[in-house]
């Protein structure tokens, strides 16, 4: 979303603004190389303006990655409600088209960027602990749903099958940033674990 200086919005429609245009900046570039002042470039409006939003680089970040998970949140519930069961939510989600524009890569990509920086900020590895917990969390109640109901296989450990989803959105964004896994690797990596977990 890209706004022009002139244009005048309540504060929560900047912040909304400013977050989207970080996205979009952080996805195509990295946490490390972005500067504020893009973001400020891609939201339309001054570095002063987007400071009175946000106190540092960081702190949008985590604005943007809260969002992402939030859209992401979203569009599962939308394919529970929409789904005859968890099994059929579970696979179309899981074939839902991958672009830079997509929630689950923007998701993976900021999960990606933020392994290579948590290291050395305490504030930003606190704050992804929490957020992965929270997606692991909400992953594995979907999962324990579908063995309820008998559509997931009850043997598996839904916890770790949680974990092994997780793991494999990270896997499968560094695989597409250095070419190890092209598109059907991680079409028949996804295939795999459905058919293991019993959603195909």
């Known amino acids: 979303m890209t706004t022009t ?19 979009d900046v952080f996805t195509t570039g990295s ?6 002042a893009e973001i400020a470039r891609a939201a339309g409006v001054s570095e002063p303006i987007l400071y009175r939003h946000f106190a540092s680089k960081r702190d949008i ?10 859209q992401a949140r979203a569009r599962w519930e939308e394919a529970l409600a929409d ?3 968890i099994g059929s939510a579970f696979a ?4 839902t088209h991958v672009s830079i524009h997509e929630c689950k890569f923007q998701l993976a990509e900021l999960w990606v960027q933020a ?14 602990r929490r957020h992965m917990r929270e997606v692991h969390h909400f992953t594995a109640a979907v999962i324990r749903r579908g063995q309820e109901e008998g559509t997931l296989h009850a043997s598996r450990d839904a916890d770790a099958e949680a974990w092994t989803f997780l ?33 195909e």
Not at 31 to 36: H, I, P, W
Not at 92 to 95: D, K
Not at 120 to 128: A, G, I, T, V, Y
């Open 92 to 95: 179309s989600m899981t074939r």
């Open 115 to 128: 392994l290579s920086e948590a290291a050395e900020d305490p504030e930003l590895r606190r704050h992804l």
């Open 61 to 70: 970040y985590l604005a943007a990655l809260d969002h992402v998970w939030s």
């Open 5 to 23: 200086p002139s244009t005048r919005l309540p504060a929560a429609e900047r912040r909304l603004a400013i977050v989207n245009a970080a996205i």
């Open 167 to 199: 793991a494999g959105g990270v896997l499968g964004m560094v695989g597409r940033r250095i070419g190890l896994l092209n598109e059907q690797e991680v079409e028949a990596i996804r295939t795999a674990r459905l058919q293991w977990l019993g959603a």
């Open 31 to 36: 946490y490390r190389g972005t500067t504020t």
């Open 83 to 85: 789904s005859p069961d």
